[in-house]
């Protein structure tokens, strides 16, 4: 039998597709004033547009999100959530990060349509995911990425080989689970499973914590942003990613409420101030003042002066760090989560959004600024491609960061550009599809792909 692996899984999920774009730094300046000019020509949704837009949307959702509710089945002994429509890639895996954000625009769904039988079955499936990822828990606390129906561990992750570089679950299971608690107005059911949240944050803490207190990831292997050029290829526990440190942020922040709400003082205490003093590091070690943009970090600077010529005087290495200067949609995130000062988040909105195009195109904001020489529009599921196509959760983050901070107008009008794009999808394949080009909106990507793609009903 063939080994799973991620690169012969996620072959095996390629429909096809041919290279757009790469290029150079001049390319990049040369792609970026010629999406100035595209976007100066570009026409916005017109009120009226924009209602049959959302309209035709909502309606798309409301026929197929429910498709995505699905009973146990296999090794998943709870109903659960999948991503992806009956028939489709990734329909028969239930992915870590993935889940909170398609339970979250489940929910919103039920909201829209006042349908309280809705609200009920996706807060039983949304439950049931969470407690199938538990349910698979190792002894150190670590949770599989993804499980499909007959496999609870296809990545490996929960191998005993400390120091483990394979990557475990991204760190989402608490959000899941406040999410869960809020929609349905019920904690309790959660009572027997938060000592295994506890466990879940101290294996990351145990096998990927740095020394400036900063989470790295292991290997490059799924780490979300999949080719994300500050993590992947790049030594093992080397990156402090923003993605990472941004979702363990707000993982912790949950956990705290929810050790709140169930009378765990001591565990609400202890989070927090885990919370506060990585929400410090971050502003630390990742905020740029030059560029006035958050970076991910590597944290390979060790003075070997000792070990390698039997000294160590001299001057001493005053940094534990490097700014990994390579402008992502990640640098968003303390905006997202709230860790930015309103001065940080005016100079970088003025910046690096607003400024010029290296990230607001046409059709929604790239994943990769078009300034960086790894700039390439292509479709890859080996792996998926976050250099430049717009991901919509890339783009949800970035609009939460704008709303954040009082940028309504800018947010608005990135609305309106998903909005439009994933109207124009529907319209040209007939469905939503995985990640789709900057500047025409064609997707690039797996058609069928529903997930996060379903947030745009918070944007409505």
């Known amino acids: 039998m063939t080994q799973f692996t991620r690169r012969n899984m996620l072959a095996t999920m390629a429909m096809g ?21 595209a976007q100066a020509a570009q ?16 309606a798309y959702i409301a026929a197929n999100g429910p498709l995505l509710l699905r009973p146990a089945e296999g090794i998943l002994a709870h109903p659960w959530v999948s991503g992806a429509l009956p028939k489709k890639e990734y329909a028969d895996s239930l992915w870590d990060w993935d889940t909170p954000w398609t339970c979250r625009a489940l929910f919103r769904l039920a909201s829209m349509l006042g349908d309280a039988e809705l609200r009920r079955k ?28 007959d496999k609870p ?38 009572a027997l499973h938060f000592d295994q949240l506890l466990r879940f944050h101290d294996s990351w803490v145990l096998g990927n914590e740095s020394a400036i207190g900063l989470l790295v990831w292991g290997d ?19 990156s402090a990613n923003l993605l990472l440190n941004c979702l363990y942020y707000q993982d912790l922040r949950a956990a705290a409420t929810l050790a709140q709400r169930l009378n765990r003082p001591r565990d609400e205490e ?18 740029d003042p030059r560029d006035r943009f958050y970076y991910t970090v590597d944290v390979q600077c060790v003075d070997r002066r000792k070990e390698l010529i039997g000294e160590a005087g001299g001057m ?7 700014p990994l200067r390579i402008q992502s949609f990640t640098g968003f995130l303390p905006l997202w989560c709230g860790l930015a000062t309103q001065q940080q988040a005016r100079d970088l909105v003025q910046a690096n959004y607003l400024a010029d195009t290296r990230f607001r195109a046409d059709w929604g904001v790239r994943s990769l600024s078009n300034l960086e020489t790894m700039y390439s529009l292509v479709f890859s599921s080996n792996p998926s491609d976050w250099l430049g196509p717009v991901w919509i959760i890339a783009n949800y983050f970035v609009w939460k960061a704008l709303k954040n901070y009082g940028f309504d107008e800018e947010a608005a009008s990135l609305a309106n550009k998903i909005i439009r794009l994933l109207d124009s999808s529907l319209a040209t394949t007939g469905s939503l599809n995985e990640y789709y080009h900057p500047d025409t909106g064609a997707p690039l990507s797996h058609q069928g792909f529903m997930d996060w793609n379903l947030l745009v009903l918070e944007m409505i």
Not at 137 to 146: A, F, L
Request: net charge negative.
């Open 220 to 238: 490059d292997v799924a780490i979300g942003n999949d080719n994300d050029p500050t993590t992947f290829g790049r030594p093992f526990f080397s």
């Open 122 to 149: 996706v807060g039983l499936h949304a439950q049931g995911s969470l407690l199938n990822f538990l349910d698979h828990q190792s002894e150190e606390g670590r949770i599989p990425i993804v499980m499909l129906l």
């Open 43 to 58: 026409p916005q949704l017109s009120p009226a547009e924009r209602k049959q837009a959302a309209e035709k949307l909502v």
């Open 316 to 322: 001493a290495m005053s940094w534990q760090c490097l």
């Open 17 to 37: 597709g041919a290279s757009l774009l790469a290029g150079g730094a001049e390319e990049g300046l040369l792609r970026a004033e010629a999406a100035d000019t």
């Open 270 to 287: 202890r989070l927090t101030d885990r919370a506060g003093k990585l929400g410090e590091q971050i502003q630390k070690y990742c905020w």
């Open 153 to 190: 561990d296809p990545f490996g992750c929960l191998r005993k080989s400390p120091p483990n570089h394979q990557n475990q679950a991204k760190p989402v299971m608490a959000q899941l689970a406040l999410l869960v608690a809020d929609e349905t107005k019920d904690v309790e059911w959660l």
